[in-house]
């Protein structure tokens, strides 16, 4: 069984249109490859150039040092004045403010017991974890 002549013609044209379209198709997937390539080459470039420049990163690094001697001298102070102030105060005195407290509010000091409690069961259980 012959074709007619026609579709010999229709079967050429989309045989030609078949291999046209790949070959666009191969053109456009070279032309992406090399377009990834000087995108993955310029990335690389500037991420030599910003880590070589370390000027930015010691600064950042000097200024948090700072912050966390500041924070940490605030804490050792604050801590320092808890500790005198537990070795001044009389036992007696301390549990005569917390029965005030407790007859004064005693829903808030229910919500403040319970806050501590909560807080310090999550402190330990993160360090048996």
């Known amino acids: 069984m012959e074709q007619e002549p026609n579709q010999k013609g229709a ?4 045989y030609d249109k078949f291999e046209e379209t790949a ?3 191969s053109e456009r997937a070279v032309q992406l490859k090399t377009q990834l ?5 310029t990335g690389a470039s500037t991420i030599r150039q910003r880590s070589s420049d370390t000027a930015k990163i010691d600064d950042a ?11 940490g001298d605030r804490v050792a102070s604050g801590m320092e004045r808890s500790a005198e102030w537990l070795r001044d105060t009389n036992m007696s005195t301390i549990k005569q403010g917390l029965a005030r407290q407790v007859k004064e509010n ?10 501590i409690g909560y807080l310090l069961g999550r402190a330990f259980k993160r360090k048996d974890a």
């Open 61 to 71: 690094i000097a200024t948090t040092k700072e912050k966390v001697a500041d924070a």
């Open 11 to 14: 079967a050429l044209e989309v």
């Open 37 to 41: 390539a000087d995108k993955l080459a």
């Open 106 to 115: 005693p829903g808030r000091t229910l919500l403040i017991a319970g806050a």
């Open 23 to 25: 070959a666009t198709l």
